[in-house]
């Protein structure tokens, strides 16, 4: 089994192919037994087409698994309340002109959840694992200038914007990057230094 990542009140529990494809089919009952946890109501839902990308994936790579998507599991209660991971492996083609040696990550805390600092807690717990386990130092995130919340965690995590793109799905996105220090200290954004722009 790949490697579980601790944070204060979360685990982040790697969705394995099993997992992924029990929930893509609906079976929420195998799906939560595979991982031993609760999942919402209505999963996968909207979350179906990341959980195909990701499955696919791990069917090509399974030495993938412990980059890819983490359920977000209150440890107290075994509940399920988003996701994180990271896109790829560290250093993908894509990220080349932009950040050569980083790693991109997204999240989604799951509605009934948000406001309670699940997002930065796993965010830090994410990165501090690459950062302490494989030494990656280099952070990617893709966020819509309009995504408030997301911008404003970005931010304060220490990412700064070093371009933009534009997401077949979610339209134009500010590419931001980050320097993160690991271990339990938070990045300092005076002191990074981020990627350049080609």
Not at 53 to 60: A, G, I, S, V, Y
Not at 83 to 99: E, N
Request: proline letters at 8%.
């Amino acid at each position: 089994m790949s490697e579980y990542i601790h944070s204060k009140r979360l685990d982040l529990i790697p969705m394995t192919p099993g997992f992924l494809r029990a929930s893509l089919g609906q079976d929420v009952r195998v799906a939560e037994e595979r991982m031993r946890i609760s999942l919402p109501a209505g999963w996968p839902g909207e979350e179906a087409g990341l959980l195909s990308m990701r499955l696919k994936q791990l069917e090509d790579d399974p030495t993938l698994q412990p980059w890819l998507v983490r359920a977000m599991v209150v440890r107290e209660t075994g509940i399920m309340v988003g996701h994180i991971g990271f896109h790829t492996a560290p250093c993908p083609d894509y990220l080349q002109p932009f950040c050569p040696e980083g790693v991109e990550f997204g999240f989604t805390v799951l509605p009934a959840f948000r406001r309670q600092g699940y997002a930065r807690e796993s965010a830090i717990a994410l990165m501090t694992w690459a950062r302490l386990a494989h030494d990656v130092r280099k952070f990617v995130m893709t966020i819509r200038p309009d995504n408030i919340p997301s911008q404003r965690l970005a931010a304060q995590l220490g990412f700064v914007r070093i371009g933009s793109h534009v997401d077949e799905v979610d339209g134009l996105e500010d590419i931001l990057e980050c320097d993160f220090a690991g271990g339990d200290a938070e990045p300092d954004p005076a002191e990074r230094q981020p990627c350049n722009v080609s």
